[in-house]
């Protein structure tokens, strides 16, 4: 890594990346309070698109390109002054910076392959609150090695909700669970297992009403699916009050409801890295549209 560009990114830190938007002090605390409570190093990221930055500068107007003192495009002064204002903040963390010259969203694929978390923010994009997730942030949600937190522009950013994971009986849902047991011990907050189901058919007809036999035999079936992946993990965290819940609806109209009292969503997502990745399912490109808190998509490797 060229000297001017930082520092190289330590092993295991969450890196968050910063670029000069209204959203940085949200996605900044939750990733410095992340960093905090797991003990990682803190690494804030700003990389330069040099391609972007020139095609900004206007030919007609004559705007002077930007250069700092040694010479480089773009906004100098950021990553100093945030750097500052997180040593400030964590006084007790190690925390780096680095502004390396590439796409924001390789330089976030490429910081995944040591780090713990990539967090990255998402602005609100319609009237209707959807989150319009920029090119930075779904790169780094569908290709990156580590966990993910997409962090939506206005959601607290250290919420004190509980952790709501969602499991399908996969072995993506059960890395997500994992790790989903693992914050919530840490935060010594709840956690809620959901599953769900929307259409079924018992006895040649459609199961529509709760509390029948039909009903019951239909979660009895759902729940199954979900204990062999979480009793372990009750038992490896012992501390962590943990829920199943057994819900119909689409998983992500369910989860989207849950991510106005959650704290974090944890969902699991296929992929292996770089552009090699698999890209993000429906379900999980749903619920990072419309969620209300943070969200954690964790990677594991696809079969």
């Given at each position: 890594?060229?000297?001017?560009?930082?520092?190289?990114?330590?092993?295991?830190?969450?890196?968050?990346?910063?670029?000069?938007?209204?959203?940085?002090?949200?996605?900044?605390?939750?990733?410095?309070?992340?960093?905090?409570?797991?003990?990682?190093?803190?690494?804030?990221?700003?990389?330069?698109?040099?391609?972007?930055e020139l095609a900004?500068?206007?030919?007609?107007?004559?705007?002077?390109?930007?250069?700092?003192?040694?010479?480089?495009?773009?906004?100098?002064?950021?990553?100093?002054?945030?750097?500052?204002?997180?040593?400030?903040?964590?006084?007790?963390?190690?925390?780096?910076?680095?502004?390396?010259?590439?796409?924001?969203?390789?330089?976030?694929?490429?910081?995944?392959?040591?780090?713990?978390?990539?967090?990255?923010?998402?602005?609100?994009?319609?009237?209707?609150?959807?989150?319009?997730?920029?090119?930075?942030?779904?790169?780094?949600?569908?290709?990156?090695?580590?966990?993910?937190?997409?962090v939506p522009q206005?959601?607290?950013?250290?919420?004190?909700?509980?952790?709501?994971?969602?499991?399908?009986?996969?072995?993506?849902?059960?890395?997500?669970?994992?790790?989903?047991?693992?914050?919530?011990?840490?935060?010594?907050?709840?956690?809620?297992?959901?599953?769900?189901?929307?259409?079924?058919?018992?006895?040649?007809?459609?199961?529509?009403?709760?509390?029948?036999?039909?009903?019951?035999?239909?979660?009895?079936?759902?729940?199954?699916?979900?204990?062999?992946?979480?009793?372990?993990?009750?038992?490896?965290?012992?501390?962590?009050?943990?829920?199943?819940?057994?819900?119909?609806?689409?998983?992500?109209?369910?989860?989207?409801?849950?991510?106005?009292?959650?704290?974090?969503?944890?969902?699991?997502?296929?992929?292996?890295?770089?552009?090699?990745?698999?890209?993000?399912?429906?379900?999980?490109?749903?619920?990072?549209?419309?969620?209300?808190?943070?969200?954690?998509?964790?990677?594991?490797?696809?079969?």
């Amino acid at each position: 890594m060229d000297e001017r560009e930082g520092d190289a990114i330590p092993e295991g830190a969450v890196v968050v990346g910063i670029g000069n938007s209204d959203r940085d002090a949200e996605t900044l605390t939750w990733a410095g309070n992340s960093a905090q409570r797991s003990g990682s190093p803190l690494h804030i990221l700003h990389a330069h698109d040099l391609s972007a930055e020139l095609a900004a500068i206007d030919p007609v107007a004559g705007n002077p390109i930007s250069l700092g003192p040694d010479g480089d495009l773009g906004n100098e002064g950021l990553l100093q002054e945030t750097l500052t204002a997180a040593r400030e903040r964590w006084p007790e963390l190690s925390v780096t910076g680095s502004e390396p010259f590439v796409r924001p969203e390789q330089a976030l694929i490429d910081a995944s392959v040591g780090a713990r978390l990539i967090v990255v923010g998402a602005a609100r994009a319609t009237a209707l609150q959807r989150l319009g997730l920029g090119r930075p942030s779904l790169a780094a949600a569908m290709h990156a090695e580590c966990p993910v937190v997409i962090v939506p522009q206005g959601s607290r950013a250290d919420a004190d909700g509980g952790i709501v994971v969602a499991i399908d009986g996969s072995s993506h849902s059960a890395a997500a669970a994992e790790r989903a047991f693992w914050i919530a011990d840490l935060r010594k907050a709840p956690l809620i297992a959901i599953t769900t189901w929307n259409v079924e058919v018992v006895d040649g007809m459609v199961v529509t009403t709760p509390g029948t036999d039909a009903w019951n035999a239909t979660e009895a079936k759902y729940r199954a699916v979900v204990d062999p992946i979480v009793e372990p993990l009750r038992e490896a965290h012992p501390d962590v009050e943990a829920t199943v819940e057994v819900l119909r609806g689409s998983p992500a109209k369910v989860l989207a409801e849950r991510s106005t009292d959650a704290g974090l969503i944890v969902m699991g997502t296929r992929g292996r890295g770089g552009f090699r990745g698999m890209l993000l399912g429906s379900v999980s490109q749903q619920v990072l549209e419309t969620a209300s808190c943070p969200v954690m998509l964790v990677h594991s490797p696809s079969a």
